[in-house]
């Protein structure tokens, strides 16, 4: 059990999105621009298996997507400006805890290039410098590069949830990671 004092700046929802970057990969604004690319991967059958979209996924879902006002990042390769390589999102999880929870996809082409763990490594620390002292990972119990960049990425494996995810009429095992502000990012 672990009591530790908060020593953390005051946690304000949301957190700043500033633009983020390294030398292999860009954080930004979700933009519509980047509609098309976002019902592109839509359709893609491995982002249908585990993604909770609509089967007819249209340009005006992707729309209404971006204009969300949740806090989300594209990110791309800086070889390649202005094609989203994927989206990562954080959403409350638990805020009088100062915790959050991070989602993320990568589109087809991008899969296997190691940016969405640059990626997910650079939003952890910027959501942990504003405040977060908690950041939560849910993913299918079979995605295995979805836990992979979790735990690339310095969060730790927390356990199965049984059943805990209904997609398309079929319950699911969900993994959990977590990382602590006091953990070390990669």
């Not at 390294?22 to 604004?29: A, F, G, N, S, Y």
């Not at 100062?98 to 989602?103: A, Y």
């Not at 002292?133 to 979805?146: E, F, G, K, Q, Y």
Request: proline share 6%; net charge negative; with cysteine.
């Amino acid at each position: 059990m672990m009591n530790t004092p908060m020593l953390r700046p005051p946690f304000e929802w949301p957190i700043p999105t500033p633009e983020l970057k390294d030398e292999h990969v860009i954080l930004r604004d979700v933009s519509l621009a980047d509609v098309d690319e976002i019902v592109a991967n839509a359709v893609d059958p491995e982002t249908t298996k585990y993604l909770h979209i609509p089967s007819a996924y249209t340009r005006a879902d992707a729309e209404e997507f971006v204009k969300k006002s949740e806090v989300r990042w594209a990110y791309e390769d800086p070889t390649e400006v202005g094609r989203m390589a994927g989206i990562i999102t954080l959403r409350p999880h638990h805020l009088g805890s100062h915790s959050i929870s991070m989602s993320y996809n990568t589109h087809p082409w991008a899969r296997g290039r190691g940016l969405t763990t640059r990626a997910v490594r650079l939003a952890a620390t910027c959501a942990i410098n504003a405040g977060v002292d908690r950041i939560v990972v849910l993913t299918r119990a079979t995605n295995t590069a979805s836990r992979r960049v979790a735990e690339q990425s310095g969060f730790v494996f927390e356990g199965i949830a049984r059943g805990a995810e209904l997609h398309r009429d079929a319950r699911y095992d969900v993994a959990q990671y977590g990382l602590l502000a006091t953990d070390v990012v990669p």
